[in-house]
């Protein structure tokens, strides 16, 4: 079995090594525009040796934001904007770069969380959300606005003008958002979906919309370029039909189908009613158990701190490989420490060989650091 420093081939695409770093929402863009912070914090994360690092959830349009502060790709000033911001990290840094697209769905619209996270209404610099239905997230808000099949087709050509612009600013990889609670995911999960067209009721009708998105992104991409999805296996709901597990793995079969790459497996984030039982490494099972059913290649996520247990999880063949947030946040070298831990070698750049301390070993290599 292959173990997390062993490296991975995704189309393409070669990672050196197993390490992801998952996209992290950073709240901090002007008009969708990434700014010097995206410069600083995807700099300090791409140092550390991770095979792949993502560039955070980017709406496809202004409406698919979650906050007005979030990063997005919708027109030239966002692509001229992030241009800068891969450039550095390309000049100084060897990880393969992906980014998430995505759209927010009935959740846009949105306070950054350090100043709540609530909804905003338009007279507070919010706008009216759209959605599968007209179905408010939690008791109390206003309705979003229910999506024609015109919006539909809108949305779906946005994922593809973002998914080109992507490849022009040179991605080596592409992920679909179709998880926690964002609009993909709304049209999968009954919680959410309540149209009476060909996009809702059946599995089938409430798979199209996010099948459709997938094909549409696919056929825009370069064949050498990988195009992964995010979800969310189950909602966490059991009081209600909503998504689970099953209807996960079903989604993975058809998606693989049609040429998939990866399924980057969560949960959660549909309703406020779930009730997730945490615990280390508590979404891995869904990874697990969607890689066995369709051999689509998996990367587990949600609460995997340890090296040691990241290594399981590849060894095992749970998932081929472990995506890292929070504890990368914490911990920017994890990689680094996981090569000490488990005795592997990671890449680093130059300037910083001489950082490890003594009887840690050569982890970045058989590289002499010499002064005078």
């Known amino acids: 079995m292959p173990e997390l420093f062993d490296s991975i081939q995704l189309r393409e695409l070669v ?3 197993r390490i992801i770093i998952s996209p992290m929402c950073q709240y901090s863009a002007i008009e969708g525009n990434a700014t010097d912070w995206h410069t600083v914090h995807l700099g300090s994360l791409a140092l550390g040796g991770a095979g792949l690092v993502f560039v955070e959830a980017t709406a496809v349009t202004p409406e698919g934001r979650i906050t007005p502060s979030c990063l997005g790709l919708w027109n030239d000033e966002n692509e001229a904007a992030l241009a800068p911001v891969i450039g550095a990290l390309r000049a ?3 990880s393969k770069l992906a980014i998430q697209l995505a759209h927010a769905g009935r959740k846009a619209s949105s306070a ?15 706008w009216v959300p759209e959605a599968p239905s007209a179905v408010a997230y939690k008791t109390g808000e206003p309705a979003p606005r229910a999506m024609s099949r015109a919006d539909l ?6 994922f593809v003008q973002a998914a080109r612009r992507a490849v022009r600013l040179g991605f080596d990889a592409i992920e679909i958002h179709g998880a926690h609670g964002y609009l993909l995911h709304e049209f999968l999960s009954p919680l959410s979906n309540h ?6 009721g059946s599995l089938e009708n409430r798979m199209r919309y996010p099948l459709e998105v997938h094909a549409a992104v696919r056929a825009a991409v370069p064949q050498g ?15 209600a039909p909503s998504w689970d597990l099953d209807q996960s793995i079903e989604l993975a079969r058809r998606m693989q189908s049609e040429g998939l790459d990866w399924i980057d497996v969560s949960s959660g984030g549909m309703s406020p009613r779930q009730q997730i039982k945490l615990g280390p490494g508590y979404q891995v099972a869904f990874a697990e158990a969607i890689k066995r059913a369709t051999g689509v290649a998996t990367m587990a996520v949600g ?12 060894a095992r063949g749970r998932a081929d490989m472990v995506a890292l947030a929070r504890g990368m ?14 005795g592997r070698k990671v890449t680093a750049p130059a300037q910083y060989w001489r950082s490890v301390p003594a009887g840690v070993g050569r982890i970045f290599g058989d590289t002499v650091f010499g002064s005078r």
Do not use: C, F, M
């Open 15 to 17: 990672l050196p090594n």
């Open 92 to 94: 100084t840094s060897t």
């Open 112 to 126: 950054v969380p350090w100043k709540g996270g609530e909804l905003l209404r338009p007279d507070q610099g919010g």
């Open 153 to 158: 087709e809108q949305v779906k050509q946005a």
């Open 195 to 200: 149209r009476d067209d060909e996009y809702g």
């Open 225 to 239: 370029i990988p195009v992964g999805l995010r979800i969310s296996a189950t909602d966490w709901v059991d009081d």
């Open 303 to 314: 609460l995997i701190t340890e090296p040691a247990q990241a290594q399981d999880i590849v």
């Open 329 to 342: 946040l914490y911990d920017p070298r994890w990689p680094w420490h996981a090569a000490a831990a488990l």
